[in-house]
């Protein structure tokens, strides 16, 4: 700008001198002041709109660059007053929308990797019903890899009816490629982009049932336990003294006699009986210590004697566990399994097996096999004469209460039962217990 306006000013200069020379006369001098004048004006005008326009293209640059995602531009404040004022607005503008744009960026990479972590599958669907995103537990219950499963649609995947219940929590049974329920399904609608997407989380409610149902058990074992053990020892009382009151000669003093006897042997049986499920219904929280698993295994395995199974070698882990209740369920296992296996040449044979997070113990029988699983966890359901049916009850506690759980399933090369008997390693701890009896 100063040489343009030096550049205008030369003209006053030499009018200047023409006038004190008298080349030229005042009145003449003052047109050509006037015209230099605006000569001036015309010069800085165009100078000024140029640079105004220069600045505003400037301006626009880096508005189109913060609608485009782009913070890196900045406007040089080059200016004063209100224009150096409005850029430096804009920088801090600029500056304020890169930090939370980062912020957004690390919030998103901290949400997707706890939903990488937790135990809930959730699915995400476009508004067209297809799957845009899940978490890697819902790739594990659909047994399927996260990218091959991306872009499938709800109906394809079995879901399409679920996502019709938005915005309620229900309770749903459905078989998944690794998973059987039942679910506790929730379904919400949010919006991303300026589209409606559904959420899908599902839960696995079947713990929680079984505690629920576990819970009235309880009770109605401590209810039953009661009533009959008062019942019980009275009815052992009386038929005790009974037969010491029998005449030892006497018409039908025998049949008496034995029948009393027949009495007393029931009841003493029958109070056996409740004894063992009062036992499971106090079953304490686990009390966690290192247990090495080898030696617990071959431990389990001598303590059955002649008719010991087979212990197969594995790897050396410790785990945090409650050696006494896993060594009971143990027990249970292979027992129920040596009494499957009734054959001369038949075997059984234990062995486990590890992952990052857990250990897998499996008893394998070559007996008869499962007729039917749908009973096997219910109390007093046996499918052995003289049974009670508590065994695989205290087993599947014992692993809910490690973080883990009991399988049971009929082998597939030829007639047998497998029993897998899931551990944590580091459980979180035994699961709550509730109306505990004091």
Known sequence: MAGAVGVSVLPFGVLALALTAGWISAPAAAIGGLVAAFALAILVARWLGRYLERRMRQGASLLQAIREGDYSVHAPLEDQGGLRELFAEINRLSMELSGVRQSGIESDALLGRLLGHIELAVLVFDPSGRLSGLNRAAGSLLGEPISDLRGRSAKTLGLDDWLQHSGQVFIASRSFARGAGPWEVRVLKFRRGGRTHTLLVMTDASRSLREEERRAWRRLIRVLGHELNNSLGSIASVADTLQRQVAPRGEGSQVLREGLELIERRTRNLTDFLKRYREYARMPPP????????????????????????????????????????????????????????????????????????????????????????????????????????????????????????????????????????????????????????
């Open 287 to 438: 009390s966690f210590t290192a247990v090495d698993l080898a030696p617990l295994v071959r431990h389990v395995a001598v303590m059955e004697g002649a008719s010991k199974p087979r212990v197969l070698d594995g790897p050396d882990v410790t785990i945090q566990a409650d050696r006494a209740q896993v060594e009971q369920a143990l027990i249970n296992l292979v027992r129920n399994a040596l009494e499957a296996t009734t054959q001369p040449t038949g075997s059984v044979h234990m062995s486990w097996s590890e992952t990052p997070e857990k250990v897998i113990i499996e008893i394998v029988d070559d007996g008869p096999g499962l007729p039917q699983t749908d009973n096997l966890f219910v109390p007093f359901f046996t499918t052995k004469p003289g049974g009670s049916g508590i065994g695989l009850l205290v087993a599947r506690e014992v692993a809910e209460n490690h973080d883990g759980s009991l399988e049971l399933c009929n082998r597939e090369d030829q007639k047998g039962v497998i029993a897998r008997l899931h551990l944590a390693k580091v459980p979180r701890g035994g699961a709550i217990r509730e109306d505990r009896p004091s």
